[in-house]
């Protein structure tokens, strides 16, 4: 009979209704369990019978059968937290948790509740370790792959390597007349004065801001930034300095050798200590900052602006300035981005060599400093001295101005211009003669002087020898105190030389060595021997010496030999940088090729002879070669070395060709020129002391954030999410932890709010996804599907009973 297999069906069915029950009170127990994820059970038929019916063959099936308990991943609702450890995910994902004994995570949680161990670790509760990435202190960025995240009590300290000082200058400035470069106003001595004062006198700035910066040990420095016009439109000149007996910077090797025993800079003998930088702004005409120079201030504090032998270049891939400073004692200087509010756009640009002559001519037609212009007739031309030149403009009947020197290329030239007052011609008659023969473009400037400018920008040869101004009478061709000398001061054999400004004296060879055995192209620091040659063609000669005599800069008299190898060895390169670093260890002075080919010597000490310091003596009176090519011989008494003394009168407008980073544009935040009184608009640094841990925050990426004791506030780590393509296959282990099975197929990790992952809801926890009311409602279902099968088996049982019960 059938009846028996019906008792089976209903065993199945309540077997399987406990099972759901199981379920059902797993789901309600957990109703309060963090990030719980509820699960639920379906049933299905088993392999049903075959049976003989009256129509043909039938099924009847039996009885029921578990199908599956899934999980369910709904998300849970959040609950707040005061915890800043706490997370949750809003969205898919998983945090991953890695096991001490374990090498990698291999286990998976929604439950956020996080603490730090005493080591600093991020854990759970059960000392799982959470997993992330480091963040770089420096960059900010993710650093390495993922694994344990690590947040240090301490931080330590962080040298300052960039500074952000934002100003408004006051455009209602007047420009400077007579003007005193910062530079020059400032002397770091005053410090160690018996009555220090300070370093520089208010007079000579016209605004200062001042901040704090840190070095490698934490300590802090107060770092002024002194403004000032210029003599330009538009132009602010400002000097970065640091207290000069805090200055430690080290000296290289060339400076040590100048400042012995020194191999600091000291405050007790360097003017420059304490000044870490120099340059200027110059604004557009709208206030917006236009270019950007600057240049290191050397212990002497003589920064020759005109010159580039301080100024500094950029590479297309730096953005600002950058100063040394050292207040440590450490060998290697610390190197501090200044920036201004203005990104260098990373193009280089050339400048033209300006040459202008030291004084300037009188139109008499005006009152007062009436400087003549490019128009003014000769007629009205008178010196500084209120000489006049005179001439009808013919050889032998008129004063002569003859100039000479060399072109860009190091060409010579030679402009003889024959002065004419008697008819109606202008200056720029004049201008034109030396514009033809040096290459150049000849203007007056607004002081009445000769400017010569290059007509080639970029490293140049062009210079100016000599200006002679032959009176007319005269048979020997030599200046008279009657004569006039509009363009400079008349010096030994009545010549002037135009150059760039100099705080330190100079020596020019008259000759120049070449390295064809023409006119051109000159030689170099790198040109062997055998390729130079004097301007006749003659080659030097291996071997052959070089007697020099003349002065050191305190005034040692030299007298010493050279001599010519042109075989490269070891301590020998075979090129005219032997004789450069002979002549630089003979002298004390530096040497160098200029670029019209010409030996140029440079005292390594600024002249102060004008306010009773040092006065340079550096002279080579004498040259002599002893066989062959003679480029740069001369011979005394008949003058030695061209001298340019150093100029302390300030610069007068020449400036030496070359390669400048001065193109910027402004930021965002930028300074700026406006019609408001100067101030300070923003200012920061990126350096800071050691501090404590005093707090932690996370943001919606995940990202830990340490806040600590000395007002820093770093990005320490961030939280990696995981993610799999099948979640019904994870396995629960317990605990609030899934594990992988093949089922679910491998993890994909990534930080919160990438690839499908949900993002981080700071201080706030995932509760449990369990409706309790849904609960019930299938416990209801669950407890009459029970009980209908229990009602099947009695009701079965009577049945049976009643067959038996057949037989009496």
Same mark, same amino acid.
């Given at each position: 009979?059938?009846?028996?297999?019906?008792?089976?069906?209903?065993?199945?069915?309540?077997?399987?209704?406990?099972?759901?029950?199981?379920?059902?009170?797993?789901?309600?127990?957990?109703?309060?369990?963090?990030?719980?994820?509820?699960?639920?059970?379906?049933?299905?038929?088993?392999?049903?019978?075959?049976?003989?019916?009256?129509?043909?063959?039938?099924?009847?099936?039996?009885?029921?059968?578990?199908?599956?308990?899934?999980?369910?991943?709904?998300?849970?609702?959040?609950?707040?937290?005061?915890?800043?450890?706490?997370?949750?995910?809003?969205? *898919?994902?998983?945090?991953?948790?890695?096991?001490?004994?374990?090498?990698?995570?291999?286990?998976?949680?929604?439950?956020?509740?996080?603490?730090?161990?005493?080591?600093?670790?991020?854990?759970?509760?059960?000392?799982?370790?959470?997993?992330?990435?480091?963040?770089?202190?420096?960059?900010?960025?993710?650093?390495?792959?993922? !694994?344990?995240?690590?947040?240090?009590?301490?931080?330590?300290?962080?040298?300052?390597?960039?500074?952000?000082?934002?100003?408004?200058?006051?455009?209602?400035?007047?420009?400077?007349?007579?003007?005193?470069?910062?530079?020059? /106003?400032?002397?770091?001595?005053?410090?160690? /004065?018996?009555?220090?004062?300070?370093?520089?006198?208010?007079?000579?700035?016209?605004?200062?801001?001042?901040?704090?910066?840190?070095?490698?040990?934490?300590?802090?420095?107060?770092?002024?930034?002194?403004?000032?016009?210029?003599?330009?439109?538009?132009?602010?000149?400002?000097?970065?300095?640091?207290?000069?007996?805090?200055?430690?910077?080290?000296?290289?090797?060339?400076?040590?050798?100048?400042? /012995?025993?020194?191999?600091?800079?000291?405050?007790?003998?360097?003017?420059?200590?304490?000044?870490?930088?120099?340059?200027?702004? *110059?604004?557009?005409?709208?206030?917006?900052?236009?270019?950007?120079?600057?240049?290191?201030?050397?212990?002497?504090?003589?920064?020759?602006?005109?010159?580039?032998?301080?100024?500094?270049?950029?590479?297309?891939?730096?953005?600002?300035?950058?100063?040394?400073?050292?207040?440590?004692?450490?060998?290697?200087?610390?190197?501090?981005?200044?920036?201004?509010?203005?990104?260098?756009?990373?193009?280089?640009?050339?400048?033209?060599?300006?040459?202008?002559?030291?004084?300037?001519?009188?139109?008499?037609?005006?009152?007062?400093?009436?400087?003549?212009?490019?128009?003014?007739?000769?007629?009205?031309?008178?010196?500084?001295?209120?000489?006049?030149?005179?001439?009808?403009?013919?050889?032998?009947?008129?004063?002569?101005?003859?100039?000479?020197?060399?072109?860009?290329?190091?060409?010579?030239?030679?402009?003889?211009?024959?002065?004419?007052?008697?008819?109606?011609?202008?200056?720029?008659?004049?201008?034109?003669?030396?514009?033809?023969?040096?290459?150049?473009?000849?203007?007056?400037?607004?002081?009445?002087?000769?400017?010569?400018?290059?007509?080639?920008?970029?490293?140049?040869?062009?210079?100016?020898?000599?200006?002679?101004?032959?009176?007319?009478?005269?048979?020997?061709?030599?200046?008279?105190?009657?004569?006039?000398?509009?363009?400079?001061?008349?010096?030994?054999?009545?010549?002037?030389?135009?150059?760039?400004?100099?705080?330190?004296?100079?020596?020019?060879?008259? !000759?120049?060595?070449?390295?064809?055995?023409?006119?051109?192209?000159?030689?170099?620091?790198?040109?062997?021997?055998?390729?130079?040659?004097?301007?006749?063609?003659?080659?030097?000669?291996?071997?052959?010496?070089?007697?020099?005599?003349?002065?050191?800069?305190?005034?040692?008299?030299?007298?010493?030999?050279?001599?010519?190898?042109?075989?490269?060895?070891?301590?020998?390169? !075979?090129?005219?940088?032997?004789?450069?670093?002979?002549?630089?260890?003979?002298?004390?002075?530096?040497?160098?090729?200029?670029?019209?080919?010409?030996?140029?010597?440079?005292?390594?000490?600024?002249?102060?002879?004008?306010?009773?310091?040092?006065?340079?003596?550096?002279?080579?009176?004498?040259?002599?070669?002893?066989?062959?090519?003679?480029?740069?011989?001369?011979?005394?008494?008949?003058?030695?070395?061209?001298?340019?003394?150093?100029?302390?009168?300030?610069?007068?407008?020449?400036?030496?060709?070359?390669?400048?980073?001065?193109?910027?544009?402004?930021?965002?935040?930028?300074?700026?020129?406006?019609?408001?009184?100067?101030?300070?608009?923003? *200012?920061?640094?990126?350096?800071?002391?050691?501090?404590?841990?005093?707090?932690?925050?996370?943001?919606?990426?995940?990202?830990?954030?340490?806040?600590?004791?000395?007002?820093?506030?770093?990005?320490?780590?961030?939280?990696?999410?995981?993610?799999?393509?099948?979640?019904? !296959?994870?396995?629960?282990?317990?605990?609030?932890?899934?594990?992988?099975?093949?089922?679910?197929?491998?993890?994909?990790?990534?930080?919160?709010?990438?690839?499908?992952?949900?993002?981080?809801?700071?201080?706030?926890?995932?509760?449990?996804?369990?409706?309790?009311?849904?609960?019930?409602?299938?416990?209801?279902?669950?407890?009459?599907?029970?009980?209908?099968?229990?009602?099947?088996?009695?009701?079965?049982?009577?049945?049976?009973?009643?067959?038996?019960?057949?037989?009496?």
């Amino acid at each position: 009979m059938a009846i028996a297999s019906s008792l089976y069906s209903s065993i199945s069915g309540i077997n399987t209704m406990g099972n759901a029950m199981s379920v059902l009170g797993d789901n309600v127990s957990n109703v309060n369990t963090l990030a719980f994820k509820s699960s639920r059970t379906i049933f299905q038929d088993v392999l049903s019978q075959t049976v003989s019916t009256a129509s043909g063959a039938s099924q009847v099936g039996r009885g029921v059968t578990l199908s599956t308990v899934d999980s369910l991943f709904a998300q849970g609702s959040f609950q707040s937290s005061s915890i800043s450890t706490d997370m949750a995910i809003g969205g *898919q994902g998983f945090f991953m948790l890695r096991a001490a004994e374990n090498a990698e995570a291999d286990m998976y949680s929604r439950a956020g509740e996080f603490r730090f161990d005493q080591e600093g670790y991020l854990v759970t509760p059960m000392g799982y370790f959470v997993q992330g990435w480091g963040i770089d202190t420096e960059t900010q960025e993710r650093a390495g792959t993922i !694994g344990d995240m690590r947040i240090d009590k301490t931080t330590p300290p962080v040298e300052t390597k960039e500074v952000e000082i934002i100003a408004n200058l006051d455009s209602r400035e007047d420009n400077e007349v007579n003007e005193i470069r910062l530079f020059d /106003a400032w002397n770091g001595t005053n410090a160690a /004065a018996v009555k220090p004062t300070a370093p520089i006198d208010s007079a000579n700035y016209e605004y200062t801001s001042a901040i704090k910066i840190y070095d490698s040990k934490g300590a802090s420095h107060d770092i002024a930034i002194y403004y000032d016009r210029t003599t330009n439109d538009n132009e602010w000149e400002y000097l970065i300095t640091c207290d000069p007996s805090e200055d430690l910077r080290y000296l290289d090797l060339r400076e040590q050798s100048i400042y /012995a025993p020194d191999e600091r800079y000291n405050y007790e003998d360097h003017k420059g200590a304490g000044a870490l930088l120099y340059g200027t702004i *110059q604004f557009d005409t709208s206030g917006n900052v236009k270019e950007i120079s600057a240049y290191d201030v050397p212990p002497d504090a003589k920064v020759d602006p005109a010159r580039d032998d301080n100024r500094l270049v950029l590479s297309n891939t730096d953005k600002y300035f950058s100063f040394e400073a050292n207040f440590t004692g450490a060998t290697t200087n610390q190197s501090v981005d200044i920036n201004f509010g203005a990104q260098y756009s990373g193009l280089t640009t050339t400048t033209r060599q300006s040459l202008v002559s030291e004084l300037g001519a009188v139109d008499s037609n005006l009152t007062g400093a009436g400087y003549i212009t490019s128009e003014t007739f000769w007629s009205d031309v008178y010196d500084s001295n209120g000489l006049q030149l005179t001439g009808d403009g013919l050889v032998g009947g008129s004063d002569t101005i003859t100039i000479t020197g060399f072109g860009n290329d190091g060409t010579p030239a030679t402009c003889v211009y024959n002065v004419n007052t008697a008819a109606d011609t202008k200056v720029q008659d004049f201008l034109d003669a030396v514009g033809t023969a040096f290459g150049c473009t000849a203007t007056i400037d607004a002081y009445g002087r000769l400017k010569m400018t290059d007509l080639t920008a970029g490293n140049s040869g062009m210079h100016v020898t000599s200006v002679v101004v032959d009176g007319t009478g005269d048979p020997l061709g030599n200046v008279t105190e009657d004569d006039a000398n509009p363009f400079g001061e008349t010096g030994v054999n009545g010549d002037t030389i135009i150059n760039i400004t100099t705080s330190k004296q100079k020596v020019f060879s008259t !000759g120049q060595g070449l390295s064809a055995g023409g006119l051109t192209p000159v030689v170099t620091a790198n040109t062997p021997w055998e390729q130079v040659y004097d301007s006749g063609g003659a080659a030097i000669v291996d071997g052959s010496t070089f007697t020099i005599t003349g002065f050191n800069g305190s005034g040692t008299a030299i007298n010493d030999t050279f001599t010519v190898d042109a075989i490269v060895t070891a301590t020998n390169t !075979g090129t005219v940088q032997d004789l450069l670093d002979w002549l630089e260890t003979t002298f004390e002075a530096d040497a160098e090729i200029d670029y019209a080919g010409r030996i140029v010597m440079t005292d390594r000490v600024a002249d102060e002879a004008a306010t009773g310091g040092y006065s340079s003596a550096l002279e080579i009176s004498s040259w002599a070669t002893s066989a062959g090519g003679a480029p740069w011989d001369v011979a005394a008494p008949a003058g030695g070395f061209l001298t340019l003394d150093a100029d302390t009168s300030g610069e007068d407008g020449s400036t030496e060709g070359g390669i400048v980073s001065s193109d910027f544009s402004p930021e965002a935040l930028a300074s700026t020129q406006y019609a408001n009184s100067s101030t300070t608009i923003f *200012q920061d640094q990126n350096g800071y002391a050691s501090g404590f841990l005093q707090a932690v925050s996370v943001d919606t990426e995940g990202v830990i954030t340490g806040h600590y004791s000395n007002g820093q506030v770093l990005k320490k780590a961030q939280v990696a999410l995981a993610n799999f393509a099948s979640l019904e !296959g994870l396995y629960k282990k317990g605990g609030n932890i899934f594990t992988e099975t093949t089922d679910s197929g491998a993890p994909v990790s990534g930080t919160p709010g990438s690839n499908g992952l949900g993002t981080i809801a700071p201080n706030s926890l995932e509760m449990s996804n369990v409706d309790v009311g849904s609960e019930f409602v299938n416990l209801i279902t669950v407890q009459r599907g029970f009980q209908a099968n229990t009602k099947i088996v009695t009701t079965t049982d009577e049945m049976i009973s009643d067959v038996i019960n057949m037989k009496r």
